[in-house]
């Protein structure tokens, strides 16, 4: 089955309280394809003779508001359909119009970003973890280059020191044998 988006009206039956004891007075083609029934053969029927769940998720949907419906298709494949109802008066009374639209690749969609953005966020994770170990190790590095610096330094120092008592020595030296 592919994905399609239905926009226009899918189901209308008079408003009454008990929504889904009402029959069907209308039943698109998108409706048809997603049912998999002609519109022939379920107008005259009521909802939940179609689908059970829908009729359960229809009693919860505001009027102007939405809910999600997940409902097997006829292939066995789990279907999720945001399902929202308005009403409008026309010259058989009150009805109530349902907009049926397949959200099940977005709902996917939606899954596999989250699972992306989560694995961006453990390899954000990882590469600060990664980042502190480089700097701490670096840190250690320059520390040490200090430490050694220093100590050359001061054995340069001390050689120093040394020539200057050597060249002191060497010029006691020749003084006293002269």
């Excluded at 008066?89 to 907009?99: A, P, W």
């Excluded at 390899?123 to 980042?131: D, F, H, I, P, R």
């Excluded at 330094?153 to 006293?176: F, G, R």
């Amino acid at each position: 089955m592919r994905s399609v988006t239905w926009r226009r009206s899918l189901i209308r039956w008079p408003k009454r309280s008990a929504r889904v004891c009402e029959k069907f007075r209308s039943f698109n083609i998108a409706a048809e394809k997603l049912f998999d029934i002609k519109a022939d053969e379920i107008i005259g029927h009521r909802l939940q003779n179609l689908s059970p769940a829908l009729a359960n998720a229809v009693e919860h949907v505001p009027t102007n508001g939405e809910t999600i419906a997940e409902i097997t298709n006829t292939d066995g494949r789990t279907i999720s359909l945001a399902v929202r109802q308005s009403e409008i008066q026309s010259s058989e009374g009150r009805l109530t119009i349902l907009t049926l639209q397949n959200i099940t690749m977005r709902q996917q969609a939606e899954a596999e970003r989250a699972r992306l953005f989560a694995g961006i966020r453990d390899a954000v994770k990882q590469l600060s973890t990664a980042s502190q170990e480089i700097l701490a190790t670096t840190t250690l590095q320059a520390a040490t280059s200090q430490q050694q610096v220093a100590m050359v330094s001061e054995i340069t120092a001390t050689v120093h020191q040394i020539a200057t008592t050597a060249n002191l020595a060497a010029d006691e030296a020749k003084h006293v044998s002269q």
